[in-house]
T-cell receptor
């Protein structure tokens, strides 16, 4: 099945610890994205990447880091500098070259719920 | 990208049509209207998009007014599984920056 896989589904972080959220896609999409969602709120962009070995900060990048060593993978690290990491994290991907507006259709994973112990 | 305005919540009886409005009065000529929905604790799901003509697919219909300043997403026969937050997003077809999600409309389908 083609799709986006996020793991783990639930994650707990201890004080001062870095944790890494995994995102893998087998859709052959060029771009990948990380969003954060707090209860009752919309999605806020953390980082995105349009090509391997390149990525851009979104609106709330502080306290987070990413890498894009392979087209299929875009892991997100929540560092100890992120003082309020409890949230629902969503990964998405999309094409960059497609007809009409198809390139702006983003496909999402099932999310990772991160909590602080 | 143009800003959108949606009501925070709506109710709909099961089996009836759900009509979700979206205002985008500052939309420009090359901007598309996209609709996504997010069922509780899941990732958002693409529903439909359009430029100026009405569009229909297996999930929904999208009606865009002639002046393109507003649109309506129609779920023709709402079921309990359609209970979700629905996001209306306006986006230019040039450039490659990510979609920006607002707070959307929380649709509750009631038995």
């Amino acid at each position: 099945d083609g799709g986006i896989t996020q793991s783990p589904k639930y994650l707990f972080r201890k004080e001062g610890q870095n944790v890494t959220l995994s995102c893998e896609q087998n859709l052959n999409h060029d771009a990948m994205y990380w969003y954060r969602q707090d209860p009752g709120q919309g999605l806020r962009l953390i980082y995105y990447s349009q090509i391997v070995n390149d990525f851009q900060k979104g609106d709330i990048a502080e306290g987070y880091s990413v890498s894009r060593e392979k087209k299929e993978s875009f892991p997100l690290t929540v560092t100890s500098a992120q003082k309020n990491p409890t949230a629902f994290y969503l990964c998405a991907s999309s094409l960059l070259r497609a007809g009409k507006a198809l390139k702006h259709i983003q496909y999402f994973g099932a999310g990772t719920r991160l909590s602080v112990l | 990208d143009a800003k959108t305005t949606q009501p925070p919540s709506m109710d709909c009886a099961e089996g009836r049509a759900a009509n979700l409005p979206c205002n985008h009065s500052t939309i420009s000529g090359n901007e598309y209207v996209y609709w996504y929905r997010q069922i509780h604790s899941q990732g958002p799901q693409y529903i439909i998009h359009g430029l100026k003509n009405n569009e229909t697919n297996e999930m929904a219909s999208l009606i865009i007014t002639e002046d393109r300043k507003s649109s309506t997403l129609i779920l023709p026969h709402a079921t309990l599984r359609d209970t979700a937050v629905y996001y209306c997003i306006v986006r230019s077809n040039s450039g490659n920056t990510p979609l920006v999600f607002g707070k959307g409309t929380r649709l509750s389908v009631i038995a």
